[in-house]
């Protein structure tokens, strides 16, 4: 009990320690991969949590996306490297107010809530990873079903978008070059 | 104990494997020349870049020999011989292997130079291409066995193989462990013909030969897996069990290593366009043939 109390402890400290590290940096591929490592404590928070299946799953999700996200925010970014001294933020003030206004509504809510009766034990991992399939394609099928699909809709419509319209006169422009 | 004789056992095949590159290259076997170049790189200067994001730059090489460990913990080598019989295996692999990406980026963009950054980012486009081939035979293995526990899954192909209950999925796991290794015809991010060594290229000395070493774990992890999942891990006549998943692991990294050498490098593009095109929706037939089998045949 104590030692998953440090373990949570330990992991939820590092997630927030990386956290700072996100804002803390110029260079926008060790600002995404920050928040990469502050995601992996939150996944390892929940394996200190004896919750196996999400703890693995959100240490796999994200390494994938905030590594697609880190080469999205060198594309975009002025000065990706954060060599070149440039200061990029902005709205100082309103973001320190509701950065701070934020984590006292989370105190608050976390230590007033009624969180109920706290579980003895944990069901072992192979019975929470059969549990969590029985309810995904269950009761909660419909709602899972209706994301994927809305996901799916708007990466092929973010596609059509991103392809360039073809007329007449570009196409003719394109075969001139090629 | 049990990690004490993984370790033992990754070590050694990874000496092997090295010891028949060097057969194959050069034709001549010699079983100490890989440990006296091993040793050789520790007594190089290790250059450091100028400019460099240093914890990038120091930490790559570690984490990819990390992730590579991580991901043979779960792997067995005979039914009591695995570091961690979780319960989410077949997952676990794939979130560990997951953290290969996030080396090969850190050791692209850590040394401050043109060929590695590319080599890096080179990798995100081959992770797009190859991550789906990996997590859908996977998938359908983990149907057969009804389970995620990389045990159970050497279990259920007692009988018949994995290999010939779902050869498509198989054959798109190779290709994608290949890729996944960046083993020739997929080593792009190293690419040594057009960029140099791309991510290898501003390491030497020690932390070169972490990374070489990172390399040849993680080839030794994913032919382990090739194993577990498809060649029906310890199962075999005569030998112990501990033999035949080491012979088998070893003769799928050769076969990885010679596929490769007969092989053109493959571009980027035309590697995602092959995977998407033709590799995902070959990857769904492969999951509804085994669905249909496992609800069909008793």
Same mark, same amino acid.
């Given at each position: 009990m104590y030692a998953q109390a440090f373990f949570v402890a330990v992991f939820g400290l590092a997630a927030i320690g990386f956290g700072v590290v996100v804002f803390r940096t110029s260079s926008m591929v060790r600002s995404a991969l920050a928040l990469l490592f502050s995601q992996t404590a939150v996944g390892c928070m929940f394996l200190a949590m004896q919750t196996e299946f999400l703890g693995v799953l959100q240490i796999m999700m994200m390494a994938t996306e905030m590594s697609i996200m880190a080469i999205f925010m060198v594309m975009f970014? #002025?000065?990706?490297? %954060? #060599?070149? %001294? #440039?200061? #990029?933020?902005?709205q100082k003030r309103f973001s320190i107010g509701a950065g701070v206004v934020a984590a006292g509504v989370a105190i608050v809510v976390a230590f007033?809530?009624?969180?109920?009766p706290v579980t003895a034990e944990a069901p072992d991992a192979a019975m929470q990873t059969r549990a969590l399939g029985m309810e995904l394609l269950g009761r909660s099928m419909l709602i899972f079903e209706t994301a994927g699909i809305t996901i799916l809709t708007a990466m092929i419509a973010a596609t059509a978008v991103a392809i360039p319209v073809q007329t007449t006169a570009n196409s003719a422009d394109k075969e001139d070059t090629e | 104990m049990n990690f004490a004789v993984v370790l033992v056992a990754l070590l050694g095949s990874v000496w092997l494997l090295a010891v028949i590159e060097g057969w194959t290259t050069t034709g001549r076997l010699r079983l100490t020349a890989t440990l006296l170049s091993g040793l050789a790189y520790l007594g190089r200067e290790s250059i450091v870049p100028r400019t460099p994001d240093r914890v990038f730059f120091e930490t790559a090489p570690v984490l990819l020999l990390i992730v590579a460990v991580l991901g043979a913990?779960? =792997? /067995?080598?005979?039914?009591?011989?695995?570091?961690a019989d979780l319960a989410t295996g077949a997952l676990f692999i794939n979130a560990a292997l997951a953290y290969v990406l996030v080396a090969l980026i850190m050791a692209g963009w850590g040394p401050n130079g043109a060929y590695a950054m590319i080599g890096g980012w080179r990798f995100l486009g081959q992770l797009i291409a190859y991550a789906m081939l990996i997590v859908m035979p996977i998938t359908a293995v983990a149907m057969r066995a009804e389970s995620l526990v990389t045990t159970v899954i050497v279990v259920s192909q007692? +009988? =018949?193989?994995n290999i010939v209950y779902q050869p498509l999925g198989f054959v798109l796991f190779f290709i994608a462990a290949m890729a996944l290794a960046f083993r020739?015809?997929?080593d792009l991010p190293t690419a040594p013909g057009e =960029?140099? +060594?791309?991510?290898?290229?501003e390491y030497t000395g020690v932390r070169l030969a972490v990374l070489r070493l990172a390399r040849l774990t993680l080839v030794i992890t994913l032919a382990s897996a090739t194993t577990v999942f498809y060649? *029906? +891990?310890?199962? *075999? /006549? =005569?030998?112990p069990p501990w033999a035949w998943s080491l012979i088998k692991t070893l003769a799928v990294a050769v076969s990885m290593l010679l596929a490769g050498r007969y092989l053109p490098r493959i571009r980027e593009a035309d590697l995602m366009r092959w995977c998407w095109i033709l590799g995902i929706p070959l990857a769904l037939l492969n999951i509804i043939v085994v669905g249909l089998l496992v609800l069909v045949v008793p």
């Open positions: 970014m #002025m000065d990706p490297g %954060g #060599m070149g %001294g #440039m200061d #990029m933020t902005h007033w809530a009624d969180w109920g | 913990a779960v =792997l /067995p080598l005979a039914p009591t011989l695995v570091i007692d +009988g =018949l193989w020739a015809p997929f =960029l140099g +060594g791309g991510v290898d290229a060649l *029906g +891990g310890w199962h *075999g /006549p =005569l030998l």
